[in-house]
């Protein structure tokens, strides 16, 4: 089946420092990636659309210049935590939805998840 | 925002009992997915149900959906210690963007 590959699993860091994120699709071409936050115990809230070729789309309160998305490839998406405060410790999950017409229509696949750790 | 509710938000049981699930949604919807996600890791996606199906079933895995009532059961039969997760349902609009709204999950819990 179709795999999502989300690098590195585990980040420890220091206030201030940027955190980069990849998702990368191995055995087929994404379109469309998504980025997930999950605090403890709750769900997953969608932070932002990222699309191959073109600029993200951002949920209402995410800001962009904090959370920067590239999606440079059919591949590979990256989240870029930048100056990242102990706030922004959480888990982040990206998934990837492939091509095709029925885009609605089709199960998501998801890495497995960056536990970001801001000391 | 969360697009719904499920209930409960834990249950605990014992092997080889059933276990139901159940979630409520507010909008109408293409589809409804069940995704399972064990503590830590990623989520794994289980059954995918459209709007115009009531049933579906994978395995031990049987899923309804009542689009009058806006809502979805997730019945695991013969329940095993492997299936202790989280479970979370999730819907994509008709109308609106592709990606997936979640519900806010049931923590399962067999005891072997």
């Known amino acids: 089946g179709a795999v999502v590959s989300q690098h590195p699993s585990r980040v420890i860091c220091k206030s201030g420092t940027s955190v980069k994120i990849e998702c990368r699709s191995l055995d087929f071409q994404a379109t469309t990636m998504f980025w997930y936050r999950q605090f403890p115990k709750q769900s997953l809230m969608l932070m932002a659309t990222s699309n191959e070729g073109s600029k993200a789309t951002y949920e209402q309160g995410v800001e962009k210049d904090k959370f920067l998305i590239n999606h440079a490839s059919l591949t590979l998406s990256t989240l870029t935590v930048t100056s990242a405060h102990p706030e922004d410790s959480s888990f982040y999950i990206c998934s990837a939805s492939g091509q095709g017409r029925s885009l609605s229509n089709q199960p998501q696949h998801f890495g497995d998840g960056t536990r970001l750790s801001i000391l | 925002s969360q697009q719904g509710e499920e209930d409960p938000q834990a249950l605990s049981i014992q092997e080889g009992e059933n276990a139901t699930m159940n979630c409520s949604y507010k909008t109408s919807i293409n589809n409804l997915q069940w995704y399972r996600q064990n503590s830590g890791r990623g989520l794994v996606h289980l059954i995918l149900i459209r709007s115009n199906e009531r049933e579906k079933h994978s395995g031990r895995l049987r899923v309804t959906l009542d689009t009058s009532k806006k809502s979805s059961s997730l019945l695991i039969t013969a329940s095993r210690a492997a299936d202790t997760a989280s479970y979370f349902c999730?819907?994509?609009?008709?109308?609106?963007?592709?990606?997936?709204?979640f519900g806010s999950g049931t923590r399962l819990q067999v005891q072997p």
């Open positions: 999730a819907t994509v609009l008709i109308v609106g963007r592709r990606a997936l709204t």
